[in-house]
């Protein structure tokens, strides 16, 4: 059974830091592309952050420079270190695992921020 479990969200203060984890399971992470999407309330899910099986990233124009993917096939675990944290980063985050066959997705994990 392939699970994505996510953890690390919470409520904090505009400008502040998370670092959301997601540990994959069921499946051989280190084949998929892993990424970090979110769905704010009322809007549709959108991508955050991606890393290939080959460490390739690419990221969402508003979290360029803030947000920083990784990680850990040792740990079968990827990461979102977000930093300067705004108001509009608020959403529900999912963890994905897709490698062009097939795709996993984790229940998710609420981050939001205060102004």
């Known amino acids: 059974q392939v699970q994505l479990v996510e953890s690390g969200g919470g409520l904090v203060q505009s400008g502040g830091s998370l670092r959301l984890s997601c540990v994959v399971s069921g499946i051989i992470s280190s084949r998929y592309a892993l990424g970090w999407y979110r769905q704010a309330s009322g809007k549709q899910r959108e991508l955050v952050a991606r890393i290939t099986s080959n460490g390739w990233t690419n990221y969402a124009d508003p979290v360029k420079g803030r947000f920083t993917i990784f990680r850990d096939n040792a740990k079968n675990t990827v990461y979102l270190q977000m930093n300067s944290l705004k108001p509009e980063d608020t959403a529900a985050y999912y963890c994905?695992?897709?490698?062009?066959?097939?795709?996993?997705w984790g229940q998710g994990t609420q981050v939001t921020v205060s102004s």
């Open positions: 994905n695992a897709n490698n062009r066959v097939n795709e996993y």
